[in-house]
């Protein structure tokens, strides 16, 4: 199982970045998918997810500025996040939605938001 994470980078205060994830090794259009970060010090924590129909739910610091959609046809996961602030700096990370169901983690991929 793979799940790599990608399109992190370094952004300012109010910039937008969009996150991919390619997976493989698992049957993509049968998962419910959720993207996760985790800052320096602090414990991993949910930003969201999205079923394998569609709906989404996001977690409360990112409600309102980040999307979360997926192609079933060609499997990537996307993580559009707008209105960035320097609290969302953290290693984002794809894996399945909810928690408990997740497998081994990818690499994950930075972002950093300077002010």
């Known amino acids: 199982v793979q799940l790599q994470a990608s399109g992190g980078g370094l952004v300012q205060v109010g910039g937008s970045l969009r996150l991919s994830c390619a997976v493989s090794?698992?049957?993509?259009?049968?998962?419910?998918m959720g993207w996760y970060r985790q800052a320096p010090g602090k414990q991993r924590e949910w930003v969201g997810g999205?079923?394998?129909?569609?709906?989404?739910a996001y977690g409360s610091a990112v409600k309102g500025r980040f999307t979360i959609s997926r192609d079933n046809a060609k499997n990537p996961l996307y993580l559009q996040m707008n209105n960035l602030k320097p609290e969302d700096t953290a290693v984002y990370h794809c894996?399945?939605?909810?928690?408990?169901?997740?497998?081994?983690w990818g690499q994950g991929t930075q972002v950093t938001v300077s002010s």
């Open positions: 090794g698992i049957i993509f259009k049968e998962n419910d």
């Open positions: 999205i079923s394998t129909t569609g709906f989404t």
């Open positions: 894996n399945r939605w909810p928690l408990f169901s997740t497998i081994s």
